[in-house]
């Protein structure tokens, strides 16, 4: 008895298979290549957007900084302003002044800085061979008639070679030395220019 064997059906299965798989290959592609696209438009309309951020925060200080450039240039005049009303009306002498802070000095002390602070008031920087001697200044300041108030601001430790100070010692040893800032606020009447004896007022 003979068996009859058709094979054209399972090559038509095969066909099938293959076109079914090519199909799902193409789409996988298809959306693999969707995706990608869409986030590089998306990371795209991101970098725009941080661009675009970018230069208004840009803008707005450069903005900022006019502003600022306005508002100090009209500060500066106010100033300018204030400082030639207060010399007008307290035209003092430095030089008096300056004097009368070096006759309060103890013998080993040295202005370092001389500056003003306000219409009335300066800034002095003293070097001292000891620490006392900053307590001590600010006392004597402050009995002074000439000064109206006067304040220790800080007192800082300094290292100094001996071979600066011209010191007997030669073998190049750092000394101790002691830097004092004090705010002091004047009597401006002490030191008008029309008084003729401004400097007296030790």
Do not use: C
């Not at 725009?48 to 951020?53: S, T, W």
């Not at 009306?89 to 030089?95: A, D, E, L, N």
């Amino acid at each position: 008895m003979l068996v009859e064997i058709n094979l054209l059906p399972k090559k038509e299965h095969r066909k099938s298979s293959q076109l079914i798989i090519a199909a799902i290959t193409i789409m996988f592609i298809a959306i693999t290549f969707s995706i990608i696209y869409l986030q590089g438009s998306s990371y795209e309309n991101e970098m725009k957007q941080v661009d675009q951020k970018i230069s208004n925060l840009q803008k707005l200080n450069n903005l900022q900084q006019e502003k600022l450039a306005e508002e100090n240039a009209g500060n500066s005049v106010i100033k300018l302003q204030e400082a030639v009303q207060w010399a007008e009306k307290y035209p003092v002498q430095t030089v008096p002044i300056v004097r009368n802070i070096i006759s309060l000095l103890p013998e080993r002390g040295f202005i370092q800085n001389f500056e003003y602070s306000n219409m009335d008031s300066i800034l002095v920087s003293i070097q001292y061979d000891a620490s006392r001697d900053a307590a001590f200044y600010l006392s004597s300041l402050k009995q002074s008639e000439w000064v109206k108030e006067a304040e220790l601001l800080n007192v800082v430790a300094l290292e100094i070679s001996d071979d600066a100070e011209e010191n007997n010692s030669s073998d190049g040893v750092t000394l101790p030395r002691y830097s004092a800032d004090y705010k002091i606020v004047y009597r401006p009447e002490f030191f008008k220019l029309e008084a003729g004896e401004g400097g007296n007022g030790s």
